[in-house]
């Protein structure tokens, strides 16, 4: 019983460093794209929280994802014509 439950978490613990390493390589191929296209990508939550601001979108609008805090739950004011007058595309994420 003891060495089922041995072989069953090694296992599992395989599993695990298998899986994070597939993330790990997906996330760098994703850091990758992101970096490196020519189109502004911001990403941000319900509240208004940045998630992603990539380098062009940072040559855009001059500022990081971390100087430019919302206020009151909304994009700075110097900034949210600019990103209004863009097209973009809202998803909705769990």
């Known amino acids: 019983m003891e060495q089922a439950l041995r072989a069953s ?3 599992l613990e395989q599993k ?4 994070t ?7 760098e191929i994703l850091r990758s794209i992101l970096k490196n296209m020519g189109d502004a990508v911001i990403v941000a939550d319900k509240a208004s929280n ?3 601001f ?10 990081g994802a971390m100087q430019m805090r919302p206020q009151n739950g909304r994009i700075a004011t110097d900034s949210i014509s ?4 863009l097209r ?3 998803i ?3």
């Open 54 to 63: 990539n380098p062009a979108a940072e040559r855009m609008f001059g500022k």
């Open 92 to 94: 909705n994420c769990r």
């Open 21 to 27: 390493a597939e993330l790990s390589r997906t996330n």
């Open 88 to 90: 973009f595309h809202t």
């Open 9 to 11: 978490r090694d296992e």
């Open 50 to 52: 940045f998630l992603v």
């Open 82 to 85: 600019r990103i209004r007058s």
């Open 16 to 19: 695990v460093a298998d899986r």
